[in-house]
């Protein structure tokens, strides 16, 4: 999981008078009774990659269609470079979009679809028809021009949208689940390629996905949703690392949860009472107080494993290798604790002729106080 | 059991629906002019059929109802199924949805009777339609016609693809060009054979023609109908049988046409 790595400068989101280009105050969703989208509050800067990411029905698909026009906010606003689109219809919106069915015209041939904006924007015949070819030869697809959407492939399809939702030259590009619908080797392929016209066309993209890995990969920031509420913000580093609740700490990667209180909350040390595992160092952070319910959240890679007890650590509990699962560049385990916890842990097989740790093996499983994160909710 | 059962039902079924059928179609080509003895073969009362005036007229008036009220019907038909799939909830909806597909259900009497009844009303207080021919039989096949079209409408319309309509809208069509760039001839082979359909619907009414007709527009449905109930004449079933190549072919159109924008779609 590599999240993207942004130079600090080009990082708007840090600095606190940049003018975002997209701004949603308060933006709320109902259909009847049920509501879609609830009070959200974000700002996009120009140029970003932004992922919204969530399981289906979070209403994240809901948020880009109201920044599409095709739904109207119940209440709050939505400003696209500093105006107000409560009243602009999605033909006059500076956006486009890219579907998720592709929506490319059947009727249609690959230019005619890619030049139908172009057309309608007014410019004449020729100069469309030749954009179009322009934008077909930027994704490769200049032979196909005259063929039919039905006569190509799911790859071909795609690149056809993306080529239409672009020849604009849109200030936002929305897309929808753009890489759902390609098979896992086309889709890292296409990811990478995605990220390198977003650059070189300096274009902001907002894209909606339920794919942690697709977000983690293409995302400059990612806004993870939960029933129609953003529940954190963040660089993909930020939301793997130091995620704010324990739905973001599991929807994202593989974590292990426990629960529990806290023990002792001094400035110098922070001892953790984890009903899992009993004490537990934690370097000291402020907020907290004795007493307090909390979570900790420990990834899978953060936790050793040695058949010896590990020296120099209080966080060591003894346990035995339930189940192993060998992936070639990394080994994932299951440890069941004494008191018949289980512990996943995974260990990168870094040599090549070590003896690994194996099933139904006695083994210490250990972390330093930095691998938890103290969440609150 | 299923190894001859099968096969039996399958065709004691055709022949139930088929045998009159090909009997008449066998029949139009008997030289006899006893219509129930066979008297060998010939095309003799295909023949006189293309010098009967009377019916040839009627055929004449009954293709003109039938382009035309297919015409109307389309137009009809396709507006109130736009409406009902792509306008959400509005006022009325309902009366809407049950009016538009009533007269599938409604006796063909009463639907005659009651267009009859309004026809001479209006001719009283409105002074139009000034008698009644050609022009009420359109308008009262019309009414029948777009509720089959607009089934048809409706169906296609709700399989499409919305999100097409969406892109074009994205694209920075407005919402009448997005109907005739892409609703339009996404749903067009459905509007086709809707066409069909309501062609031969209307080619073979009798009921609702013989309430709305008037002197000197008699449609060929009828002018069968009073032939017959002078007798039997072996002319009819040459016409019967020209018909029913008709109606075979625009059926079988429409259903091809069916198939091939579902195909299309998913494909």
């Known amino acids: 999981m590599d999240g993207r790595v942004i130079a600090a400068e080009s990082k708007p989101w840090q600095n606190p008078s940049a003018q975002p280009f997209i701004s949603l105050r308060g933006v709320t969703k109902r259909f009847g009774n049920f509501t879609a989208v609830s009070e959200v509050d974000l700002d996009i800067y120009r140029s970003e990659l932004f992922c919204l990411l969530g399981e289906s029905g979070c209403g994240k698909s809901t948020l880009l269609r109201m920044l599409a026009g095709f739904e109207l906010p119940t209440t709050g606003s939505i400003r696209i470079d500093g105006e107000d689109m409560a009243r602009v219809p999605p033909d006059r919106r500076p956006t486009n979009m890219m579907f998720q069915s592709y929506a490319l015209f059947p009727h249609m041939t690959v230019e005619k679809n890619v030049a139908y904006g172009l057309l309608r924007e007014g410019l004449k015949k020729s100069p469309a028809y030749e954009r179009a070819r322009e934008m077909l030869r930027m994704v490769k697809l200049e032979k196909l021009a005259r063929r039919k959407p039905d006569q190509l492939s799911g790859g071909q399809r795609q690149r056809v949208a993306l080529a239409r939702s672009l020849v604009k030259r849109p200030k936002l590009l929305l897309l929808d689940e753009p890489l759902g619908a390609l098979d896992k080797k086309l889709r890292e392929e296409t990811q990478f390629e995605l990220i390198k016209i977003q650059e070189t066309l300096g274009v902001t993209f907002i894209v909606v996905t339920h794919d942690q890995d697709e977000a983690m990969t293409l995302a400059t920031r990612i806004g993870v949703m939960k029933d129609g509420v953003i529940e954190q913000i963040g660089e993909p580093r930020e939301i793997y690392e130091t995620p704010r609740s324990r739905f973001v700490a599991d929807f994202i990667g593989t974590v292990n949860l426990f629960g529990g209180k806290v023990d002792v909350a001094a400035p110098d040390m922070m001892r953790l009472d984890i009903h899992e595992l009993g004490p537990v160092l934690v370097p000291p952070q402020t907020g907290l107080t004795h007493g307090q319910t909390i979570w900790g959240a420990v990834r899978p890679e953060r936790f050793s494993l040695s058949r010896a007890r590990p020296e120099n650590t209080q966080n060591a509990w003894k346990g035995v290798v339930e189940e192993m699962g060998y992936i070639g560049h990394m080994s994932q385990y299951r440890i069941r604790l004494a008191n018949g916890v289980l512990i996943r842990v995974s260990q990168s097989n870094r040599l090549r002729d070590e003896d690994p740790i194996s099933w139904d093996e006695k083994v210490w499983v250990s972390a330093n106080p930095a691998a938890f994160r103290v969440l609150t909710r | ?267």
Not at chain 2, 16 to 24: C, D, E, G, K, W
Not at chain 2, 95 to 123: D, Q
Not at chain 2, 124 to 130: D, E, I, N, Y
Not at chain 2, 174 to 190: E, K, N, Q, S, Y
């Open chain 2, 1 to 267: 059991m299923r190894g001859w059962f099968l096969p039996l039902a399958v065709a004691f079924g055709f022949i139930f629906l088929y045998a009159p059928i090909v009997s008449l179609v066998v029949f139009s080509f008997n030289e006899s002019r006893l219509v129930t003895v066979w008297g060998g073969f010939s095309t003799r009362w295909y023949g006189e059929l293309l010098r009967d005036r009377q019916i040839l007229g009627s055929a004449w008036i009954s293709l003109q109802v039938a382009f035309w009220s297919a015409n109307l019907a389309v137009i009809v038909g396709t507006l109130g199924a736009f409406v009902l799939t792509r306008f959400g909830s509005f006022t009325g909806r309902l009366v809407l949805t049950g009016m538009i597909t009533a007269p599938l259900v409604m006796p063909e009497v009463i639907t005659g009777l009651s267009l009859l009844l309004l026809f001479v009303s209006m001719e009283l207080s409105l002074g139009w339609p000034a008698g009644r021919g050609i022009t009420t039989i359109v308008i009262a096949h019309t009414t029948f016609c777009a509720a089959f079209v607009a089934v048809i409408a409706q169906s296609r319309l709700r399989s499409m693809d919305e999100s097409l309509e969406e892109a074009a809208r994205d694209l920075g069509a407005g919402p009448v060009r997005v109907f005739f760039d892409i609703t339009l001839p996404v749903i067009a082979p459905a509007l086709v054979a809707g066409w069909l359909l309501a062609f031969t619907l209307s080619l073979d009414d009798l009921v609702i023609a013989s309430f709305v007709s008037g002197p000197g527009a008699s449609t060929l449905p009828m002018v069968i109908f009073s032939k017959v109930r002078l007798g039997v004449s072996p002319d009819v079933n040459a016409l019967a049988t020209i018909i029913i190549g008709f109606v075979l072919v625009a059926v079988i159109i429409a259903g091809w046409l069916m198939r091939r924008a579902v195909k299309r779609d998913i494909g």
